[in-house]
């Protein structure tokens, strides 16, 4: 069955870089709408952005617009989402998600399919 | 960005017991509304989608409901598997958001 795979956990340094890797297994990548959700402690669920592989045009949470980059690798059926300038507040556990809906086109979407989460922590 | 509120925040509840998650959009999103269940150290699992469908395997004690600005999550009777976190997400918009959370607690 389908599956969305992603990468280890990473330390970082404040003002440093990540990068989040998410593969799907086991179906048709270019049929598919990944999203990235955050899961900051003590706190609730926040979106982060979106791409639709099969155009390679992707959408960012206001939020995140100037420090995101989501990019996918259609020969690996891999997306990236890279945040930099990271700070404290960016620990967090990372998700990517599959997008469903009739009019899911990027970020307009609910999420069906979920990897299990990359945990980033960000400290000196 | 539209702003999605729960109510309450914690709900204390016995297994057995009927229980109603209310949650508010800032401005129309009728029916772009998904509802999930978040346990520690786990994923998000879908529960409900464009307001009142239910998602395939998940069990009919689940309920959703509501229109325009208000919606609801209702559970017909408890089970020890279901206390965990609830979330709202209205996809209305690119910029979809979710809810702060309603955390389900054994009474």
């Known amino acids: 069955q389908v599956q969305l795979v992603q990468s280890g956990a990473e330390v970082k340094k404040p003002g440093s870089s990540v990068t989040v890797s998410c593969q799907v297994s086991g179906g048709t990548f270019t049929n598919f709408v990944i999203n990235w959700v955050r899961h900051v402690p003590g706190h609730g669920l926040q979106s982060m952005g979106g791409?639709?592989?099969?155009?390679?045009?992707?959408n960012y949470a206001q939020n995140f617009q100037d420090r995101i980059s989501i990019t996918a690798d259609r020969s690996t059926s891999t997306v990236y989402m890279d945040l930099n300038s990271l700070r404290s507040e960016d620990t967090a556990i990372y998700y990517c998600?599959?997008?469903?809906?009739?009019?899911?086109?990027?970020?307009?979407?609910?999420?069906?399919?979920w990897g299990r989460g990359t945990l980033v922590t960000v400290s000196a | 960005d539209i702003q999605m509120t729960q109510s309450p925040s914690t709900l204390s509840a016995s297994v057995g017991d009927r229980v109603t998650i209310s949650c508010r959009a800032s401005q129309h999103i009728s029916p772009w509304l998904a509802w999930y269940q978040q346990k520690p150290g786990k994923a998000p699992k879908l529960l409900i989608y464009k307001a009142s469908t239910l998602e395939s395997g998940v069990p009919s004690r689940f309920s959703g409901g509501g229109s325009g600005t208000e919606f609801t999550l209702t559970i017909s009777s408890l089970q020890p598997d279901d206390f965990a976190t609830y979330y709202c997400?209205?996809?209305?918009?690119?910029?979809?958001?979710f809810g702060q959370g309603t955390i389900l607690e054994i009474k």
């Open positions: 791409i639709v592989p099969l155009l390679n045009t992707a």
């Open positions: 998600a599959r997008g469903q809906g009739s009019a899911c086109t990027g970020g307009n979407c609910y999420f069906d399919l």
């Open positions: 997400q209205q996809y209305y918009t690119y910029s979809n958001t």
